[in-house]
């Protein structure tokens, strides 16, 4: 499977944005999706993840209730939700793939999505 993000921009604190990540190739319903933010100087950093079915999700704590994890298998598609926005939710975020892992487990994904922007203003 080959990922694509886009939807990223720029958008002011407190306010909503959505992102989505579309897929390519064979089995993309197989697998467990994930979405990881990075901002310069600093690691990667694991937001939350989405069960094959999209029946399950998990988020870590700094995105919980804000932020959206959803999937349409049929579409191939991946979406991330954003709402009340924060100055530092402000990163490149990136989609990517595993195969058969925990939702809490941040490693292991094998196929990784080019990244897009977001930006949140003051």
């Known amino acids: 499977v080959q990922l694509q993000a886009s939807g990223g921009g720029l958008v002011q604190a407190g306010g909503s944005l959505s992102v989505s990540c579309a897929a390519s190739?064979?089995?993309?319903?197989?697998?467990?999706m994930g979405w990881f933010r990075q901002t310069p100087g600093k690691e990667r950093e694991f937001v939350g993840s989405?069960?094959?079915?999209?029946?399950?999700?998990y988020y870590v704590d700094s995105v919980k209730d804000r932020f959206t994890i959803s999937r349409d298998n049929a579409k191939k598609t991946v979406y991330l939700q954003m709402n009340s926005l924060k100055v530092e939710d402000t990163a490149v975020y990136y989609c990517?793939?595993?195969?058969?892992?925990?939702?809490?487990?941040?490693?292991?994904?094998?196929?990784w999505g080019q990244g897009t922007q977001v930006t949140v203003s003051s």
């Open positions: 990517a793939a595993a195969r058969a892992i925990p939702l809490t487990q941040t490693t292991g994904y094998s196929v």
């Open positions: 190739g064979r089995a993309f319903s197989s697998y467990v």
């Open positions: 989405i069960s094959w079915s999209g029946g399950s999700t």
